[in-house]
């Protein structure tokens, strides 16, 4: 059991790693380009990617392949994630694509890796009233459920919406512009 | 500085991939760790969070690392976190696009070759990365890429907010670009 764990965590982090750095999607200068909303290659690729697993996940949801269980709503949610983007703006990558650049040879991803760690550690520390104040209210997470409506109703215009953010930021801004 | 796109793959074909390795994930995690959810990061840096904490802290009891430390997902996290090293590894050695650095070219342009003012600013925002994401349970893997496609009401709030608070650290970092329009 132990050997599948760590096989199959060592194949699912290459291929994606490998994905990544081939995607280009590693890259300091696109990750700030698109913070500083010039160069939008990583917002077209992780759209597609979530346009593509959002029809899959639901479509094999129906056949009652599998089943989805949305993250639910907490102060966290929006206290961490604004914590987290300064850090990402900071860095100029996020977790998966530090790990990526420590093997594409960028030293600093080094040290980035047991800074994230400290930060988890940290967190760990201050749990408690971290708990009490940003994770004890919590709205349940099914969109669905929330609006009252029939899922594909929400899916596919979704869907419509992100296609049409990359089909919009296709045609105005090229891959290849110089911006630093 | 412009990025050399010659030897990228073409976003569309990037994030189909992604999206079919989520889903085959998502089996596979089912049947060997209980878990019905793709894969993320975040705890992989939670595994390494709980060796330390265990050993050097005496953290044993605490919730956060007790939870990293005896979950099994957090140690598939962990060898997918090797797993990506090697990945990245590869892809840059095949593509010949590897190169070492010890920080960003662009960095270096704007802010000075300072490698010890970098490593600073590495180090804050790591600690700000990796505490962010454990309170937002989940990363731009988890919260994105994952969480985004089963449209979970936390993971829109959790990424919104990492664009919202990205976008205006880098406009910080970077003022002159954010203004000017002669990028060409």
Not at chain 1, 26 to 35: A, D, E, I, N, Q
Not at chain 1, 130 to 154: M, P, Y
Not at chain 2, 7 to 12: A, D, N, S, Y
Request: aromatic share 14%; proline share 3%; charged share 15%.
């Amino acid at each position: 059991m132990m050997l599948i764990n760590i096989l199959f965590g060592l194949v699912v982090g290459f291929i994606f790693g490998f994905i990544l750095t081939k995607t280009g999607v590693t890259k300091y200068p696109r990750v700030m380009g698109m913070l500083l909303l010039k160069d939008f290659k990583i917002l077209k690729f992780m759209l597609t990617a979530v346009i593509s697993s959002m029809i899959l996940f639901y479509l094999l949801g129906d056949f009652g392949l599998l089943k989805v269980v949305p993250k639910n709503l907490e102060w966290g949610k929006l206290v961490g994630g604004l914590i987290f983007g300064t850090g990402m703006g900071i860095l100029g990558y996020c977790p998966g694509t530090m790990a990526a650049r420590i093997g594409e040879g960028k030293k600093e991803a080094i040290i980035a890796l047991f800074g994230t760690a400290l930060g988890i550690l940290i967190y760990a520390l201050t749990i408690k009233p971290v708990k009490a104040t940003f994770l004890s209210t919590e709205i349940n997470g099914n969109i669905f459920l929330q609006l009252g409506l029939n899922k594909w109703l929400v899916i596919i215009p979704a869907a419509i919406l992100f296609s049409a953010i990359i089909y919009f930021v296709n045609k105005k801004v090229s891959d290849n512009k110089k911006i630093f | 500085m412009k990025v050399d796109n010659s030897k990228e793959w073409h976003w569309f074909k990037g994030g189909i991939l992604v999206s079919l390795l989520s889903v085959a994930t998502y089996f596979i995690f089912a049947a060997i760790a209980d878990r019905n959810y793709p894969f993320g990061i975040t705890a992989g840096f939670g595994y390494i969070s709980a060796f330390f904490g265990k050993t050097f802290a005496g953290l044993n009891e605490n919730p956060v690392i007790k939870r990293f430390s005896e979950k099994p997902d957090a140690f598939i996290e962990f060898f997918i976190l090797i797993g990506l090293v090697i990945g990245g590894y590869t892809a840059s050695k095949l593509s010949g696009t590897y190169s070492p650095e010890n920080i960003p070219a662009v960095w270096e342009k704007y802010h000075g070759k300072s490698v010890i003012k970098r490593y600073f600013f590495v180090v804050v925002g790591s600690i700000l990365l990796g505490y962010g994401a454990a309170l937002a349970g989940g990363c731009t893997t988890g919260n994105i890429l994952q969480g985004w496609a089963h449209l979970s009401l936390g993971s829109i709030v959790a990424g919104a907010s990492f664009f919202a608070a990205g976008i205006i650290t880098s406009k910080i970092l970077y003022p002159k670009l954010g203004d000017s329009d002669d990028a060409n």
